[in-house]
Structure formats: structure tokens, C-alpha cells
């Protein structure tokens, strides 16, 4: 279990608990993250055009996922196999968004590189929640997990990349991404390689 961000805690009671009220289920809002991640992938890979749209596609995606904890709880559906879907899925969004960024920067400064540090990016979201999700079964819930700051948890760090997007900052988001998060998954894994080797 995450810990009770403000972010959290905002999207359980202004989202999760109007979604639950009206009768969505989790694995309703599970499969309308994968959509919005779908759609948000595609306009990005049209080009910078699209960037604002997707931007707030994501931001929305984004969201949702916070609010994913709070509408389990209210709907009592919170079980090891829905967990896993929303890993799933929710790991399979993120990369298809970084992927199509990727794909949409062919014509920028970057070229055809673009798409190689998107597909980097990509890698780099989807692994990190794996691997803490991993750490946590070996070590205990929440034992890997960075202290916040502020009431913010570390993974909050994404709600960044819409905002850049809208900024027109694109090429930073992409540069940042592809090489952060793709470095810090990595670094997460050899120094606990042990752990992940053993287990």
C-alpha cells in the first residue's frame, strides 16, 4: 500500500468516492487508464500538434491512478489478482505514452533517435513499479519506498510531465525520462541485485 499522499488523498475523495457513488467498479477505471493511455499514446506520435490534448489525457490518466487505492477501499475489491491488473496495466499505459512521445519527436532536434530514447522512457516507467512492487513481496510492504516530501511521494514526480508538455518543453521531458527513469530502474536493480537474484 502506498502512503497517503495529499495527491492520494485528493483523488480519493474528489474522484474515487464520486466513481463509487455512481457505481464504476475497479476494473472499470482500471480499463479507462488503458484507454486514455491508448489515445494520449496516439496523438503524441502524430506529432507536437496533438501534445496538448494527450498532456491533459495523461494528466487524467494520471489521476485516476491515484484515485485507484481510494476505489478499492470503497468498493472492497482490493485483491492480490485486481493489484496485479492494475500493475499491469497501469505500467502498460505509462509506456505507451513515453513510447508515443518518442514517436512524435521524429522531426524534432533529437531525429530518429527520438524514438529509441522514447522506447528507453518506456522501459524505464514500467520497470520501476515492478521492481518496487517486488521489493515490497521480498521486504515487506512499503519497505522500499523513498520518504515523501511535503506529502508527496516520489512517483508524483510524473504529474510533471503533462505540465512540461503544455510548456512546450517536450524535449525535456522525453531527454529527462528516457534517461532517469531508465538509470534509476537499473541502479534499483543492481543494488538489489542480491535480493532480486535470490528471490
Not at 464504476?24 to 499514446?41: D, E, K, N, S
Not at 520497470?127 to 515490497?136: H, I, S
Not at 510492504?141 to 520518504?147: L, N, Q, T, V, Y
Request: aromatic share 10%; with cysteine; proline share 5%.
Amino acid at each position: 500500500m502506498k502512503p497517503d499522499s495529499w495527491i492520494r488523498r485528493f483523488a480519493s475523495v474528489c474522484i474515487a468516492r464520486p466513481l463509487n457513488a455512481i457505481g464504476v467498479t475497479r476494473l472499470q477505471l482500471i480499463a479507462t487508464r488503458l484507454l486514455l493511455g491508448v489515445l494520449a499514446a496516439l496523438l503524441l506520435a502524430v506529432g507536437p500538434a496533438w501534445f496538448s490534448m494527450a498532456a491533459a489525457l495523461f494528466l487524467v490518466m494520471i489521476l485516476l491512478e491515484r484515485s485507484d487505492s481510494g476505489l478499492a477501499s470503497f468498493t472492497k475489491q482490493a485483491s492480490p489478482p485486481s493489484d496485479r491488473h492494475a500493475l499491469i496495466y497501469g505500467s502498460l499505459s505509462n509506456a505507451l505514452v513515453f513510447a508515443g512521445l518518442g514517436v512524435g519527436m521524429r522531426d524534432s532536434e533529437y531525429g530518429l533517435t527520438a524514438i529509441a530514447m522514447g522506447l528507453l522512457a518506456a522501459f524505464g516507467v514500467t520497470a520501476l513499479p515492478w521492481l518496487v512492487k517486488r521489493l515490497e513481496i521480498i521486504d515487506g510492504a512499503r519497505s522500499p519506498e523513498f520518504d515523501g516530501i511535503a506529502g508527496l511521494e516520489p512517483e508524483d514526480v510524473l504529474l510533471l510531465a503533462p505540465v512540461a508538455l503544455w510548456a512546450g518543453w517536450a524535449e525535456g521531458v522525453l531527454l529527462v525520462t528516457a534517461f532517469g527513469a531508465g538509470t534509476f530502474a537499473c541502479a534499483l536493480y543492481l543494488t538489489h541485485y542480491r535480493k532480486f537474484k535470490s528471490n
